[in-house]
Structure formats: structure tokens, C-alpha cells
């Protein structure tokens, strides 16, 4: 058989598999939380109303490609809200008051995505930006988190994306954790400290 004729065969085969593949890949995610987090002394008395922005440039309608087949991985989240809640979560492990009307923590995130070749890498990019009530920026600080897999089939993809943006959405949230500059930028604005409870 020609070199010729294995690669028509090839390439009927390929076309074969694509065609009865969806274009989309769908996947939900679930908040992320560390284990094991250690209370910031004093953080109870700062009250942070978390938001999210979603500042994404490229790659808006998706969260990663299969290359071989030109698969589309779609998230079922909002993923700024995703990595926001996460963000919040963080907070309140750390001892932080999450609610209204305290310091603005704003989530901007930059890049949320699963790129496979024969490889996977996957990588999530987000930049916190603590603000007072009167807008002044506090403390602004950008985080990475990535992980990387083995070779990519057609079969579990999704599942296979999930768990590894999950793994680097929690490698970020590990930088978030070790930050003690973000820490003290934090803790250092008492006009934004929660009012004691009075005794009865």
C-alpha cells in the first residue's frame, strides 16, 4: 500500500471520528477551597465586599480546545463568579467578614483556560484589587496558577479539564494565601474595621 493511500485513509478515519464528535465539550465547575487554612490574626475586623470582573481578552466563549479535533470546552459557570466565590472563600477561612459595605475586592480575571496538543497545559491568571470606599486602590496584585497532564484522548476530556484547572485555579489561591503584603494592605485600614459587637 502507497504512502499515498495510508494517508487517504488517514484522513477518512480522522474525518470519520470528528464528524461524530460535538462541537462542544461541556463542563460545570465547583468552587475551589483550600484545606487547611490558618486564621490572619485581626482579620475579623475587616469587613470585604468581594466582586468579580471578567477581563478576559482572548477566548471568552470557552476554557479550552482540543486541538486534534478542534473541540470547543465550554463552561457551564460564570467563571469570574467562579473564581470570585472562590477568592471569597478564601477570605473567610482566612478569618475575614465577608459582606456589604466593607473594603472592595475586586477578582479581574485574565485568563481561565485548558490548551491539549499531545500534552495539557491549563492556566488561571486573576489580579486582586483592594479598594476603601472612596476608591483610593489599597493594594493590587496579580497571581498564576497552572498545572499540566499527560497525553489528551477524545474520551474524558472534559473531566480531564476540569480537574486540571481546578488544580490551577487552587496553585493561584495557594499565592493568594502566602501573600501577607495583601494581608497587611488589608488589615491596615481601620475605617474599614467591622464595629464591635456592645456588651448587654
Given at each position: ?200
Amino acid at each position: 500500500m502507497t504512502n499515498r493511500r495510508l494517508l487517504l485513509i488517514g484522513f477518512a478515519l480522522h474525518s470519520i471520528l470528528l464528524s461524530g464528535c460535538s462541537s462542544t465539550i461541556d463542563v460545570s465547575f465547583e468552587n475551589s477551597r483550600l484545606p487547611g487554612i490558618a486564621a490572619v490574626p485581626g482579620a475579623e475586623r475587616v469587613r470585604l465586599d468581594v466582586v468579580a470582573r471578567d477581563a478576559r481578552v482572548q477566548f471568552k466563549d470557552r476554557v479550552g480546545t482540543l486541538r486534534h479535533n478542534a473541540q470547543k470546552i465550554v463552561a457551564n459557570n460564570d467563571v469570574a463568579d467562579l473564581v470570585r466565590s472562590s477568592v471569597e472563600q478564601l477570605f473567610k477561612d482566612q478569618g475575614f467578614t465577608v459582606a456589604a459595605g466593607g473594603l472592595i475586592v475586586t477578582t479581574e480575571v485574565q485568563n481561565f483556560y485548558f490548551d491539549s496538543n499531545f500534552g495539557s497545559t491549563s492556566s488561571v491568571i486573576f489580579t486582586l484589587r483592594a479598594r476603601d470606599l472612596t476608591g483610593r486602590t489599597l493594594y493590587s496584585h496579580g497571581y498564576e496558577g497552572s498545572a499540566e497532564g499527560g497525553l489528551v484522548g477524545a474520551l474524558g476530556v472534559g473531566e480531564k479539564a476540569k480537574r486540571e484547572l481546578k488544580a490551577a485555579l487552587d496553585d493561584a489561591l495557594r499565592k493568594v494565601n502566602q501573600d501577607t503584603s495583601l494581608q497587611r494592605a488589608l488589615l491596615s485600614s481601620s475605617a474599614q474595621s467591622v464595629p464591635a459587637t456592645p456588651n448587654i
